[in-house]
């Protein structure tokens, strides 16, 4: 069913993928009719009903305010520990401090301190206002050539914002666009992060998870979480699910959600790269059949899809001059090629002027743009 604003059919979706910009934008697109951009950035900015927040597998989300305080507890307080060891290791292996534990706890408080004058700003700013953050790491390979350099002003925001200390706001730029501004979260949201349990915090997330998803296998529930299966575990027995029997095996459903669903009417869908409905399940042969190859990157995330009756037939691309192109894997059909042929126009009208590349870009993707 189509949702009546950009704030339904995250909440709908549990939340949106969100590391790269363009596929909030697609994928509100793809389930509010008439969705125009600017939709999302009041949502995000202004009504600030939506927020940006890393939580389940180090992913950067979209999500609804509600939900921050379960994501947060669930998922992201987890990344803490480990971030601040890594970087400590980091910054004392390279020479920039012997203790790299009490670098981080000052530059953190300098950096949070910078922000809350400015209200807000991108990396660049915050690093006139702490030298530190200019630093950089460089990794080196066996033969000793540089493999690659990290700026410590990265690390330092993607520490204080799994810590809640910040978040990213409006980015520099158009929508496309990854370098974001940041502000206090306190400030933007008006409060702390209200504290709950980690239990508590899972059981609710994993509940919302089932009510979205549902049904699922434990296997998809733990790929989904990035929790360790004993975490999964706990969460469904609290929940106390219905047990239903899947292609892949035991699958789960909530207890409340048993109803007989009515057969949908014929669809298409044109989905950005890491859709959530496609990274939605770790088993995917049901709606992916074969063309994981193709459509999927040797690290799992999406390409950009077409869907047609809740089965992945295609992927679609966008050239630089604009054109929205596309191929389609199997047999759908004339009506269905209709209405693909349909929809890519439709979203090359939308598209406008905008060119962007999808930062997760499967082989097809990549063939298609290329062409």
Known sequence: MPAGDVVEATDSMTCLHSSDPVTVYLSARARVPGFKQGDLEHALYEEKSLVRIHAMRRTLFVAPVAMVSMLHHSS?????????????????SSGISDDGASWIEAVSEKTVAALRHRGEAVAGELSKDVPELNEKITFYKADGSVQNTVGLSTRILFLLATEGKVIRVRPKGTWVSS???????????????PEISKPEAQVGVLRKWLR???????????????????????????????????????????????????????????????DPTTMGWKE??????????????????????????GKIVGAWGQRVSGEVVWELLEDIGPESLAEVERQAGDLETWLSDKRFIARFASPLDRELSAR
């Open 212 to 274: 979205t998803f549902g049904p699922g296998t434990e296997l998809d529930m733990k790929w989904w979480t990035g929790w360790p299966v004993t975490q999964v575990r706990a969460a469904l027995a609290a929940i106390g699910p219905a047990e239903v029997e899947l292609e892949s095996g035991t699958g789960y459903l909530l207890a409340d959600d048993l109803e007989h669903v009515s057969p949908v009417d014929p669809w298409v869908a044109l989905l950005p790269a890491l």
């Open 179 to 193: 370098m974001y501004r940041w502000a206090p979260m306190d400030e933007w949201l008006g409060e702390p992060i």
């Open 284 to 309: 995917r042969d049901w709606y992916l059949g074969p063309h994981a190859p193709r459509l999927f990157d040797s690290n799992g995330n999406a390409g950009q899809t077409i869907w047609v009756d």
């Open 76 to 92: 992201t307080v987890a990344l803490i520990g480990p971030e601040r060891r890594r970087l400590a290791r980091w910054l004392e």
